[in-house]
Each structure stands twice: as C-alpha cells, then as structure tokens.
C-alpha cells in the first residue's frame, strides 16, 4: 500500500519498485548483524562476525550491481 503510491509519484513501474525494495532488503539481510537468522546460524557454525562480512562482501557488492543493472533495464523499458 505504500510502494504504489510512491511508484507512481515517480512515474516509475510499480512492480520495478516492489522489485527493489526486496532485491535491497535480501542484500541488507545478508551483512546485518541484528539478524537473529544470520547471527543464529554465525554462531552454530562458528564462524566470526567479521571473517563472515569479508567473505560476504564480493558477493554482496555484485548482487547489488546486478539488481540496479537489471532494475534500470526494467524502469527502461516499461
């Protein structure tokens, strides 16, 4: 309810801005220590915070070049 309006607001696509917001919020979830899923699953297998952040990085960094390449390419040809 809150996303069409501002979809339309900015002439853009609504299901490109329902795409964002989720490609934005599975790329945060992935690095955010607050996570009780990630931070549960750091600490079962042992693995540090800050090893995990370095390794998640490249992977992070591509995913969020990926989705604003395929998000312009969406808004681009509506």
Same mark, same amino acid.
């Given at each position: 309810?809150? *996303? !069409? +309006?501002? &979809?339309?607001? #900015?002439? /853009?696509?609504?299901? /490109?801005?329902? =795409? #964002?917001?989720? /490609?934005?919020?599975?790329?945060?979830?992935?690095? =955010?220590?607050?996570?009780? !899923?990630?931070?549960?699953?750091? #600490?079962?297998?042992?693995? +540090?915070?800050?090893?995990?952040?370095?390794?998640?990085?490249?992977? &992070? *960094? &591509?995913?969020?070049? *990926?989705? #604003? *390449? =395929?998000?312009?390419? !969406?808004?681009?040809?509506?």
């Amino acid at each position: 309810p809150v *996303l !069409a +309006p501002l &979809a339309d607001f #900015a002439d /853009a696509p609504r299901h /490109a801005i329902v =795409t #964002a917001y989720v /490609a934005g919020s599975g790329i945060v979830q992935m690095v =955010t220590p607050t996570s009780g !899923a990630l931070v549960g699953m750091l #600490a079962i297998g042992r693995v +540090p915070l800050q090893r995990w952040l370095r390794f998640v990085a490249p992977l &992070a *960094l &591509a995913l969020l070049l *990926l989705s #604003a *390449l =395929t998000l312009s390419l !969406a808004v681009g040809f509506r």
